[in-house]
């Protein structure tokens, strides 16, 4: 046990002596961390729900065999985009079926890309952070070495080495950020087309319905 707790505080010792050596411009580059972390943990949450039966086949099926109290059914009880777009369609089949979907289908596209533009804004922002972090560092190298000269070579290596990580933290957290961002933004399109393509079947089914009510 003492040995995890030496281990950890040795751990959150460099942790800060990087963070300090950095400068200030570390502080945000560490929130946006964070700030990346928490929303990507969401939204694999996220789509682990979505992933669980989405019934639209089942939905189809019920609908093309006359079933539509029962092809609603399914479809509340499912949580799945495309089963809320679907049910849209059900319950406003007469008369407009297709206003109601593309009304839903806008909701459930607040849901699918709820909190995308932060990770977004973070891959932008970090490198630019990272990028002001070597400006600012650079800056304290040369203001050091016009007032001392150029008798002490570890005040310029120290700036330079503060743009460095500063650089480097801002560049690690866009990459990382980026993976599981361009990820999700795919996951979204996929279940876009799913959507649309289970709605478009549905309009058809829908109208032969119709089409055999009125023969």
Do not use: C
Request: aromatic share 4%; glycine share 8%; net charge neutral.
């Amino acid at each position: 046990m003492s040995d995890v707790v030496a281990m950890l505080t040795h751990a959150s010792w460099n942790l800060g002596s990087l963070l300090a050596r950095g400068g200030l411009v570390m502080v945000p580059l560490l929130v946006s961390s964070m700030l990346s972390l928490a929303v990507i943990i969401e939204r694999m949450l996220f789509w682990r729900r979505v992933r669980k039966y989405e019934g639209g086949e089942t939905i189809l099926s019920l609908v093309s065999a006359g079933h539509l109290a029962q092809a609603m059914q399914v479809a509340r009880a499912s949580q799945h985009p495309v089963a809320r777009v679907l049910l849209a369609g059900l319950e406003h089949h007469n008369p407009a079926p297709s206003m109601a979907m593309e009304a839903t289908l806008q909701a459930e596209l607040y849901r699918l890309k709820r909190y995308l533009p932060i990770l977004d804004t973070i891959i932008t922002l970090a490198p630019l952070l990272g990028l002001l972090g070597t400006i600012t560092g650079m800056i304290s190298s040369f203001g050091i070495v016009s007032e001392a000269g150029l008798g002490q070579p570890h005040a310029i290596t120290g700036g330079v080495a503060e743009a460095l990580i500063a650089t480097a933290t801002g560049l690690s957290v866009a990459i990382l950020t980026l993976v599981p961002y361009n990820y999700f933004r795919a996951k979204v399109e996929a279940v876009i087309e799913l959507i649309e393509e289970r709605a478009t079947r549905l309009e058809l089914s829908l109208r032969a319905l119709q089409e055999q009510e009125e023969k």
